[in-house]
T-cell receptor
Framework: QQQVKQSPQSLIVQKGGISIINCAYE??????FPWYQQFPGKGPALLIA?????SEKKEGRFTISFNKSAKQFSLHIMDSQPGDSATYFC???????????FGTGTRLTVIP | DGGITQSPKYLFRKEGQNVTLSCEQN?????MYWYRQDPGQGLRLIYY???????QKGDIAEGYSVSREKKESFPLTVTSAQKNPTAFYLC?????????????FGQGTRLTVV
């Protein structure tokens, strides 16, 4: 059973456009929602994370929007660049747990 | 430089053989993890360890074994009992075992059964 559902599976965006990746979760006990970025042949790296006490968090061109009532959160990449081309994973967990529950990943391609 | 080192980067195994993947960290992290990554399935937890000489099974532990004799090292053995071992294996560590601590990943080992 997939604890975190992620869409779309792949995404193609023009340079300068907005990339949007969506995730949904079921476990209302989750209280930490990170996004990881993975380049081909590399391990994932933490990009940005949010806790459910805020509805939005922004770091540079990357923004997480969080909707607690809908149990959904999304990653927005503003002014997308070719260097942003990577696979993005959302994840969820709860304090005290020993596992991150990952989404299935979104392969983003930004066309110059 | 602090980080996590996985070796080898590529590994080929014949059917019926056991192989061991290495994972070393110099971040002084207590918790270490092994994930398996398959296309379209995200990352799935194989084993994790919160402290030396202790480890717990994750969601897909069958056919795998681990040891944690040193804080810095968490090797994963893929045994012949693992029916579909071809995958990308990722080792990670975090300051503590709580799921909300940032996980730092290694570069991965791609295992192929030939």
């Amino acid at each position: 059973q997939q604890q975190v559902k992620q869409s779309p599976q792949s995404l193609i965006v023009q340079k300068g456009g907005i990339s949007i990746i969506n995730c949904a979760y079921e476990n209302t006990a989750f209280d930490y929602f990170p996004w990881y970025q993975q380049f081909p042949g590399k391990g994932p790296a933490l990009l940005i994370a949010i806790r459910p006490d805020v509805s939005e968090k922004k770091e540079g061109r990357f923004t997480i929007s969080f909707n607690k009532s809908a149990k959904q959160f999304s990653l927005h990449i503003m002014d997308s660049q070719p260097g942003d081309s990577a696979t993005y994973f959302c994840a969820a967990t709860l304090t005290g747990a020993n596992n991150l529950f990952f989404g299935t990943g979104t392969r983003l391609t930004v066309i110059p | 430089d602090g980080g996590i080192t996985q070796s080898p980067k590529y590994l080929f195994r014949k059917e019926g053989q056991n192989v061991t993947l290495s994972c070393e960290q110099n971040l002084n992290h207590d918790a270490m993890y092994w994930y398996r990554q398959d296309p379209g399935q995200g990352l799935r937890l194989i084993y994790y360890s919160q402290i030396v000489n202790d480890f717990q099974k994750g969601d897909i532990a069958e056919g795998y074994s681990v040891s944690r004799e040193k804080k810095e090292s968490f090797p994963l053995t893929v045994t012949s009992a693992q029916k579909n071992p071809t995958a990308f294996y990722l080792c990670a560590s975090s300051i503590s075992g709580t799921g909300s601590a940032e996980a730092f990943f290694g570069q991965g080992t791609r295992l192929t059964v030939v």
